[in-house]
């Protein structure tokens, strides 16, 4: 059986998300990966990082103003094997980020491991910053973070 990179029950509900992760299953291969990267991903790259890409996501969750990714640039899929430098570097790119959007306030999250047990639509290690509108009147942003027990 070949390895899964994507998961595409992730993308219920999102018609044109669905699509592409049914092109990258067919082609068997890891869409964050670098050199893979801008096959699927069609939006500017906003830094590169020793360890990280920082880019839009394609596909913000419904309600976010700001949903950025930092992926990995090479192929983990684990916080167990991020480096210390690694690990650094991505605070550093979220801070760099939350100060030149001048947002008031943000999520900050990433998924590990198995993609049945995180709801996370990629197996390769990423972050996620978000970040939406002041709770006054507004419902929050509904993130996938693992499933009830």
């Known amino acids: 059986m070949a390895k899964e990179f994507v998961n595409r029950k992730s993308a219920a509900g999102r018609k044109a998300y669905a699509k592409i992760l049914k092109r990258i299953a067919e082609d068997s291969v890891c869409p964050f990966c670098e050199p893979n990267f801008l096959k699927y991903h069609t939006l500017p790259i906003l830094k590169k990082g020793v360890h990280w890409i920082v880019t839009e996501n394609m596909n913000p969750y419904k309600g976010t103003k700001t949903h950025v990714l930092f992926v990995h640039r090479g192929h ?5 094997k991020l480096s210390p430098a ?23 999250f990433m998924r590990m491991g198995d993609m049945r047990y995180t709801g996370a639509s990629v ?7 978000i970040s939406g509108a002041v709770q006054d009147t507004h419902e929050p942003i ?8």
Do not use: M, Q, S, Y
């Not at 983990?76 to 167990?80: A, G, K, M, V, Y």
């Not at 690694?86 to 900050?108: C, D, N, S, V």
């Open 76 to 80: 983990l899929e684990d916080i167990t």
């Open 86 to 108: 690694a690990a650094a570097e991505l605070f550093k790119l979220a801070r760099w980020i939350k100060t030149t959007r001048k947002l008031p306030g943000a999520g900050l």
């Open 123 to 129: 197996a390769h290690l990423h972050a996620n910053l």
């Open 142 to 149: 509904a993130v996938t973070l693992g499933f009830k027990k």
